[in-house]
C-alpha cells in the first residue's frame, strides 16, 4: 500500500464501507490524511442526506412501466386520499416523473442535480466534511462546566450564570467562557481544545472575582445580590471585547466595563430603563445598547459616550441626549452587527418583542434605516456570511433549473440573517438575504415550541426550542438532520447524583421536575466553539509537526434556563476531555481522609433519612383512605 500512489489509494477507499475507513486511518500516518480525504466524506453526507432520500424515490418512481406511472399518477390526482411523501413533493413543485427510456443515465443526472443542490459549501468555502460525517451520525454528548460553589447555611449551593460570552484565539476560536453569576462576581472557565500532545483546559475555573463586583453588595449578601442580578433576565447581557481583554455586563439599567485581566470594574453607566440587549464588541466597533424603550451607542473611547445619561424617561424622549434612538414598540432582546459576518462596517440590525426587524445605519445613527416585517416575535438572531439562496434554485423542486444558475448564485457576495422566533405560538426559522431579497420562513416543521436561540454550526444550521430540542437543518432550513434534546442526556455523574438525591425529592413529594437534574431545562443561547466566518476554512489543522490540533472539536457551548453552561459535543468521550483520572483528582482539596469520611458521612445520613421518609410516605398512603367507604352524604 505504501508503493501505491495516492490516486489509486483514494479509489480503493471509495469501496469500503465507513467502519473500514475508520479502522483505515489507524494503520498509518499517510493513511489518516488519505483517509480523511474531503471528497469521499462529502459523498458519503450525501448519501446519507435527505436530498438523495428523495432522489432515489424518484429514481425508482420513474424506473416503472409507462402505463404504471399513467395509473400512478391518475391516482396521485385524485381527491380525499392521505397525502403521501412523494405527494408532498408533489405540492412544493416538482414534476411527475414519467418513466424514462434509459433510467441508469436518467438516475446519473439526477444524482449530480441532487447533490448540486445539496452541497452546503460555498466557492469560497472549505468544509472538512469528515467532521461533517461525524457531527450527523456520531452520538452525542454532554459535559457541563463546574459551578462555584457557596455555602449558605449548613448546604452547599451551587452558583448561577446569569449569562454568557466567549473570547476568541486569532483563529476565531473559543479559548475561554466569561459569565456573570446570580451573586454578582464574574467567572473564567478554560476551554481551549485539545491536541495531540496537550489536554486542551477541560472547562477548569481559571479565576473568578468577589462577590457583588456587578451589584455593590457586600460579598456577603448574595441574596440581595441574586434578586438584583434575576430581576431583568436578559439573555444577551454580556459582550466580550477580545482586542482589550475587556467586558460589558448589563445588570438591570446599569452597563459595567470590567477589565478580564484584573476583574476590576473600568467604568459603570447608567441608563434610563433596564438593558435588554447588548451586541458583539468587535474590531473597535461601538457596541449598540438595547434598552426596553431605546437603542444606544456605547464607545468608552469617546467622552461622549461615558458621560451618564439622563434618568428622566421625559427628557430622554425630548431629544437632548447624545446619540440615542427611541423605540416605538418596546422589547428589543437581540442586536447583530453586520461587520460581525465580515460584509460590512455600519449595519445594525435589531429584533424582538415587536413584528419587524429594525435596520440602523451607524454612519446616520439614530436615523431608522430600514425594516424588514417578519410577523413573528423573535428571539435570538444570528448571521452567516454567505449569501441566502432563492428557493426558485432548488433543483430537486425545480427540474428546469440549470446547475449554472445555482453556481453563479453560490459565487455573489452576501450575507444571511438567522432568526429565531415564535409565530402564532410554534417555532419560526426564519432566513434573510442581504442583500435584499426573498426571505425563507420555515413555520411549519421547525418546532412545537418557541425557538430561543439559532447559530450556524459548520454545514448547517442549529436552533433550540421551548421543549429543551436542540435541532440541526441543512442551511436551506427545511430539511432536517438530526434532533437531540437535553433533557434526554443523563452521565455518569448525574446518575450518580440523582441515587444520592436528597429524600424530599421522593415519595409523595416528588415532583418530575425534580426526579432528575436537568429535567424540563432549555437552552437560551448557542455559541459555537469554531464560529463561522468568511475567513474561516473549517478544516482542522494538520500539520508535520508533533502538536497537531485534535479532530471533532467544533462543539457547542450551551447556556441553559437553569443557570448551566454546558459543551455539546460528537462522540462517547466527554467534550471537556475528562477523564475518571481526571476527575479524581480534579478537586485536590477533598483528596484528605478527614473530608473524605465527612462526604461518605453524608451519603449515608442521606439514605438513612430518604428510607426513613418512604417508609413514612407509604403509611401515610396506607391510612389515607381509611374510612372513605362507611361515610355517607
Known amino acids: 500500500m505504501d508503493a501505491l500512489p495516492e490516486e489509486v489509494v483514494l479509489h480503493i477507499i471509495r469501496f469500503l464501507e465507513v467502519p473500514d475507513i475508520v479502522h483505515f486511518q489507524r494503520t498509518s500516518r499517510r493513511h489518516l490524511t488519505l483517509a480523511r480525504d474531503s471528497t469521499i466524506w462529502k459523498l458519503e453526507c450525501f448519501n446519507s442526506s435527505r436530498a438523495e432520500a428523495l432522489r432515489r424515490r424518484q429514481v425508482l418512481l420513474g424506473a416503472q412501466d409507462a402505463k404504471l406511472a399513467e395509473l400512478r399518477n391518475a391516482v396521485t390526482a385524485l381527491p380525499g386520499s392521505d397525502l403521501t411523501a412523494w405527494d408532498v413533493s408533489q405540492l412544493r413543485g416538482s414534476a411527475q416523473p414519467r418513466a424514462s427510456v434509459d433510467p441508469e443515465y436518467a438516475a446519473r443526472v439526477q444524482r449530480v442535480r441532487a447533490l448540486a443542490n445539496w452541497e452546503p459549501g460555498y466557492s469560497d468555502e472549505r468544509l472538512d466534511y469528515y467532521e461533517e460525517f461525524v457531527h450527523r451520525h456520531a452520538p452525542i454528548s454532554l459535559g457541563w462546566l463546574d ?37 454578582g462576581s464574574i467567572c473564567i472557565w478554560d476551554v481551549s481544545e485539545r491536541s495531540t500532545t496537550t489536554a486542551g483546559g477541560r472547562g477548569k475555573i481559571v479565576a473568578q472575582s468577589r462577590s457583588g463586583l456587578l451589584t455593590g453588595q457586600s460579598p456577603t449578601a448574595t441574596s440581595d445580590s441574586r434578586i438584583i442580578m434575576t430581576e431583568t433576565g436578559a439573555v444577551e447581557c454580556a459582550s466580550v471585547d477580545n482586542t482589550h481583554s475587556k467586558a460589558l455586563f448589563a445588570v438591570q439599567n446599569r452597563l459595567h466595563e470590567v477589565d478580564l485581566t484584573t476583574l476590576q470594574l473600568v467604568s459603570t453607566k447608567q441608563y434610563p430603563w433596564p438593558i435588554t440587549a447588548l451586541s458583539e464588541t468587535r474590531n473597535g466597533v461601538p457596541a449598540t445598547i438595547g434598552t426596553n424603550w431605546t437603542l444606544h451607542l456605547h464607545d468608552p473611547r469617546d467622552p461622549a459616550f461615558g458621560a451618564n445619561e439622563q434618568e428622566s424617561s421625559g427628557e430622554l424622549i425630548g431629544g437632548a441626549t447624545y446619540s440615542h434612538a427611541s423605540l416605538t414598540q418596546p422589547g428589543p432582546l437581540s442586536i447583530l452587527h453586520e461587520a460581525a459576518a465580515g460584509t460590512g462596517d455600519s449595519s445594525i440590525w435589531v429584533a424582538g418583542r415587536f413584528t419587524s426587524l429594525l435596520n440602523y445605519d451607524r454612519r446616520f445613527f439614530p436615523r431608522l434605516h430600514g425594516t424588514i416585517h417578519s410577523g413573528a416575535r423573535i428571539a435570538a438572531l444570528g448571521s ?36 429565531a422566533a415564535e409565530y402564532k405560538g410554534k417555532g419560526s426559522l426564519e432566513l434573510y438575504g442581504l442583500p435584499r431579497q426573498e426571505p425563507y420562513q420555515n413555520r411549519q416543521t421547525a418546532s412545537a415550541s418557541k425557538l430561543l436561540a439559532v447559530a450556524p454550526h459548520g454545514g448547517r444550521i442549529v436552533f433550540s426550542d421551548g421543549d429543551g430540542n436542540l435541532k440541526w437543518v441543512e442551511r436551506d432550513g427545511f430539511s432536517h438532520v438530526r434532533t437531540f434534546n437535553i433533557n434526554d442526556y443523563v452521565s455518569a455523574k448525574d446518575r450518580e447524583a440523582a441515587r444520592s438525591q436528597d429524600a424530599s425529592a421522593y415519595g409523595i413529594w416528588s415532583s418530575t421536575a425534580s426526579e432528575m437534574p436537568g429535567q424540563g431545562d432549555i437552552v437560551q443561547k448557542i455559541i459555537p466553539t469554531h464560529p463561522v466566518t468568511a ?80 417508609r413514612n410516605a407509604d403509611e401515610v398512603r396506607f391510612v389515607r383512605g381509611l374510612g372513605m367507604g362507611y361515610q355517607r352524604n
Open 384 to 419: 452567516l456570511p454567505y449569501p441566502l439562496i432563492p428557493q426558485s434554485l432548488d433543483l430537486i423542486r425545480n427540474p428546469d433549473i440549470p446547475i449554472s444558475l445555482l453556481a453563479d448564485a453560490r459565487t455573489r457576495p452576501g450575507t444571511t440573517i438567522l432568526a
Open 147 to 183: 459551578l462555584p460553589k457557596a455555602r449558605t447555611s449548613d448546604k452547599e449551593e451551587l452558583r448561577e450564570a446569569t449569562g454568557v460570552g466567549v473570547l476568541h484565539d486569532s483563529d476565531e476560536h473559543v479559548q475561554h467562557v466569561i459569565a456573570p453569576l446570580d451573586d
Open 535 to 614: 475567513s474561516s476554512t473549517g478544516l482542522a489543522t494538520q500539520g508535520s509537526g508533533r502538536d497537531r490540533a485534535d479532530v471533532n472539536q467544533s462543539n457547542l457551548l450551551l447556556w441553559t434556563g437553569d443557570g448551566r453552561l454546558g459543551v455539546l459535543g460528537f462522540g462517547h468521550e466527554n467534550p471537556l476531555g475528562r477523564d475518571q483520572w481526571h476527575d479524581g483528582v480534579e478537586d485536590p482539596q477533598t483528596e484528605s481522609a478527614e473530608q473524605r469520611a465527612r462526604v461518605d458521612a453524608e451519603k449515608q445520613y442521606g439514605m438513612a433519612m430518604r428510607r426513613a421518609l418512604e
